[in-house]
């Protein structure tokens, strides 16, 4: 039998189960990881928005940290809302001092409806201290923006941030997630060995997209802790990210969760 491979994130809650950690595990059980979870910021947070965030003091994050590695050690690790400077200075030291371990950072800014989860003069350090250290760097259309400063409107600008992306801040490899621009739903790859691949999947007509970055992210994170190639894992955690959004529950008042075991039934009726 296969030995089991442990994956681990490092993010906020969401008390409804859409995205953030919540998310991540659910992917994480889908997709035959074991998975462990280190919180930074817990959020009341739903479908519909924000309604506060409480920061996790930081010796007792470095605590949590401290205890899973000690014992299970991760095979991937993924962060997502790190909300503050001190949470990223404490993470780049203790992500950089890893050896081997692929590091997935999911630059998390804000929910869907727009609420921010991060300040924004929190973002440049963001930018700073743990995109460089990645093994791949998951922005959607607004995270790269802000991430290199430049306007996307079109897949030639997502193309030339991702080439900004990789040789300006330093990260490994990217994909740039189109969901939020017309179309389909087109997403772009680039890494250190300088070729673009585009992932195409047919946009669902829906609103129910909450948590989808944080599924995305967490697929690749899984694929990564089996030793899986980078590009295999996207275009898996692609496959992965569209069946949940294809069969979306409909549940929730505003922008609802996805479903993440859509892709379990796909396989199971090919
Ligand atoms: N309506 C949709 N139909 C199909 N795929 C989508 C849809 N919306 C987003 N995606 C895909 O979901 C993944 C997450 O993208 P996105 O929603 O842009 O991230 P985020 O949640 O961080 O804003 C990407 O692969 C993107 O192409
Ligand atoms: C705690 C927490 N982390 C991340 C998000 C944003 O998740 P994302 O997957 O980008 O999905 P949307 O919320 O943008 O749909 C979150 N809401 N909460």
């Known amino acids: 039998?296969?030995?089991?491979?442990?994956?681990?994130?490092?993010?906020?809650?969401?008390?409804?189960?859409?995205?953030?950690?919540?998310?991540?595990?659910?992917?994480?059980?889908?997709?035959?990881v074991y998975g462990m979870s280190v919180l930074t910021s817990i959020v009341a947070q739903n479908t519909?928005?924000?309604?506060?965030?409480?920061?996790?003091?930081?010796?007792?994050?470095?605590?949590?940290?401290?205890?899973?590695?000690?014992d299970i050690y991760p095979h991937a690790i993924k962060t997502g809302m790190i909300a503050q400077k001190e949470m990223m200075a404490l993470l780049a030291t203790k992500l950089g001092s890893l050896q081997n371990v692929p590091y997935i950072c999911d630059p998390v800014m804000m929910a869907k409806n727009g609420d921010p989860l991060l300040e924004k003069d929190v973002r440049s350090f963001?930018?700073?201290?743990l995109?460089?250290?990645?093994?791949?760097?998951?922005?959607n259309i607004a995270e790269a923006e802000d991430l290199i400063d430049m306007k996307i409107d079109t897949l030639e600008d997502m193309k030339k941030a991702a080439e900004r992306i990789i040789h300006e801040l330093g990260a490994k490899y990217v994909v740039i997630k189109g969901g939020s621009l017309n179309g389909e739903a087109t997403d772009v790859f680039y890494g250190k060995s300088r070729e673009f691949h585009i992932l195409d999947a047919p946009r669902t007509d829906t609103k129910h997209t909450h948590g989808t970055g944080c599924t995305f992210s967490a697929a690749i994170t899984s694929e990564l802790a089996k030793g899986i190639p980078i590009f295999e894992a996207v275009k898996k955690a692609k496959q992965f990210t569209a069946a949940a959004i294809a069969h979306s529950l409909n549940i929730g008042h505003g922008y609802g969760p996805t479903n993440h075991w859509a892709y379990r039934l796909n396989a199971s009726s090919n």
Request: glycine share 8%; aromatic share 2%; hydrophobic share 45%.
């Open 126 to 129: 963001l930018r700073d201290t």
């Open 131 to 139: 995109v460089p250290l990645a093994t791949i760097v998951t922005p």
């Open 48 to 70: 519909m928005g924000v309604k506060d965030i409480h920061h996790l003091p930081i010796d007792f994050i470095e605590l949590q940290l401290q205890s899973v590695i000690e």
């Open 1 to 32: 039998m296969t030995p089991i491979k442990h994956a681990l994130t490092i993010a906020g809650t969401d008390p409804t189960g859409g995205a953030g950690i919540q998310a991540d595990l659910k992917t994480f059980q889908e997709l035959h």
